[in-house]
């Protein structure tokens, strides 16, 4: 089985402190992704990546930077939290080639800005 | 843009009863294809069913959906509820090479 691992599972932050949210994905796909869930709003995508050394932005990039230094890494980073940043975070994984291909999810980081 | 409705954010239902998600969606592209995500508590989200060919019926773990590109439907049915059913379901569309967009999700409850 597909496999995407997510660290911290669980964050406490500080207004203004920086964060950074870590996806480790053992499919080897070439795309991955960082959503956001919240009540009311569902998924929404933040940044994702074609392969290593790429990133671009998603549906709602402001105050999160990306990075995929590799294949099997991509990270979130949040330069300047904010408390409107709590959230739980998904980090996916998918198939480039299938249009059709479903996406692997990790687990979630649930980090809370205070 | 494309994009996917789901009308029901909260439902909540009596084991036994049947179940019905809505699905709809919007895309300029042809080569469209709807999934169904449902995320268990403390769980990841998982796929649970993804649509075939245009009116054609697809079924996984009891619950089914046809997509009908006719009306941008592909809504997801189970016969019977199940308390174990309770979870977050959320529809998603992804169309040409494009990225995947979601439905806000609609929170099932299944009660005794």
């Known amino acids: 089985e597909a496999a995407v691992t997510q660290s911290p599972r669980n964050k406490v932050a500080v207004t203004g402190g920086k964060v950074t949210l870590s996806c480790n994905q053992t499919?080897?796909?070439?795309?991955m992704y960082w959503y956001r869930q919240d009540t009311g709003h569902g998924l929404r995508l933040i940044h994702y990546?074609?392969?290593?050394?790429?990133?671009e932005k998603g549906d709602i990039p402001d105050g999160y930077k990306a990075s995929r230094p590799s294949q099997e890494n991509f990270s979130l980073i949040l330069e300047l939290a904010t408390p409107s940043q709590t959230s739980v975070y998904f980090c996916?994984?998918?198939?480039?080639?299938?249009?059709?291909?479903?996406?692997?999810f990790g687990h979630g980081t649930k980090l809370s800005v205070l | 843009g494309d994009s996917v409705t789901q009308k029901e954010g909260l439902v909540t239902l009596t084991e036994g009863l049947p179940v019905m998600l809505n699905c709809t969606y919007q895309?300029?592209?042809?080569?469209?294809?709807l999934f169904w995500y449902v995320h268990y508590l403390n769980e990841s989200p998982r796929l649970l069913l993804k649509?075939?060919?245009?009116?054609k019926r697809t079924e996984h773990q009891g619950f089914h959906a046809t997509l009908h590109k006719s009306s941008s439907s592909f809504h997801l049915q189970k016969s019977s509820a199940q308390l174990s059913d309770s979870a977050l379901y959320y529809c998603?569309?992804?169309?040409?090479?494009?990225?995947?967009?979601f439905g806000k999700g609609t929170s099932l409850t299944v009660i005794p």
């Open positions: 996916a994984s998918g198939d480039a080639c299938r249009v059709n291909e479903r996406l692997f």
């Open positions: 499919n080897n796909h070439n795309n």
């Open positions: 990546s074609y392969g290593a050394g790429s990133t």
């Open positions: 895309t300029i592209y042809s080569n469209a294809f």
């Open positions: 649509s075939s060919t245009d009116n």
């Open positions: 998603a569309l992804r169309a040409g090479y494009q990225n995947f967009y």
